[in-house]
């Protein structure tokens, strides 16, 4: 599905949404941390400076909560295409760092299995790490409720470590809205958007997801 709106979302803990808060950075990971195994089928020698973050273009999802919130502590930060790729751009400025971003494609298996042997002859070649990570932007059509949206970093000046890269941003201007999971306690709801209203003072829309809010019954005599 593409992204024709341009907003994007993630859910994520409690403590990492007040960790991009406190300092101030967005962490990408490599690809080797995810659990679909085709997300590193792809094996070269700059593999070690590809790093990735995924966002979602499907604000309401049951799906999506139930599968990145299993304790119903996960909050979902909203934002665009455009503010994400303005901070972005501006904490990699000056950097060894290269951006990337666009909808995930969704194919058959069989279709990703030719794609990925056409990339690899193509690379093997002339070799090009920006061509090497359109690999990233293809998924199986089993992951299709992700509507997903990758930012992909190339790094060439990777850390040792090779876990992930950090960008700064100013959080305040990136993230417009925050929402608790909608199966959170009432208790717990409200004491996590005071503390992100009052502690970390955002200002935007921030409260529980009203997904299972329970309607106005239809009565029928």
Same mark, same amino acid.
């Given at each position: 599905?593409? #992204?024709?709106?341009?907003?994007?979302?993630?859910?994520? #803990?409690? @403590?990492?949404?007040?960790?991009? !808060? *406190?300092?101030? %950075?967005? !962490?990408?990971?490599? &690809?080797?941390?995810? *659990?679909? &195994?085709? *997300?590193?089928?792809?094996? @070269?020698? %700059?593999? @070690?400076?590809? !790093?990735?973050? +995924?966002? +979602?273009? #499907?604000g309401v999802s049951d799906a999506m909560w139930r599968i990145y919130s299993p304790n119903h502590l996960g909050i979902r930060v909203g934002t665009s295409t455009n503010k994400l790729r303005a901070a972005l751009e501006k904490g990699i400025k000056g950097s060894a760092k290269k951006l990337r971003m666009d909808d995930v494609s969704y194919i058959s298996q069989h279709s990703l299995n030719m794609k990925s042997q056409s990339i690899r002859d193509q690379l093997e070649g002339s070799f090009d790490i920006d061509k090497s990570i359109d690999l990233l932007f293809m998924k199986r059509d089993a992951y299709e409720h992700e509507s997903e949206y990758r930012v992909v970093l190339i790094d060439e000046q990777p850390p040792e470590e090779g876990g992930g890269v950090s960008v700064s941003i100013n959080p305040h201007q990136v993230i417009d809205s925050i929402l608790i999971d909608p199966r959170a306690p009432k208790e717990l709801a409200d004491a996590l958007v005071f503390y992100f209203k009052e502690k970390i003072g955002f200002k935007k829309k921030c409260e529980k997801s009203r997904l299972y809010k329970t309607p106005m019954p239809l009565v029928v005599d």
């Open positions: 599905m593409k #992204n024709s709106a341009g907003r994007l979302y993630r859910i994520i #803990n409690f @403590h990492h949404a007040v960790q991009v !808060f *406190e300092k101030g %950075e967005l !962490f990408f990971s490599h &690809p080797s941390k995810w *659990e679909d &195994p085709y *997300e590193t089928r792809l094996i @070269h020698r %700059e593999s @070690h400076k590809v !790093f990735s973050q +995924c966002w +979602c273009s #499907n």
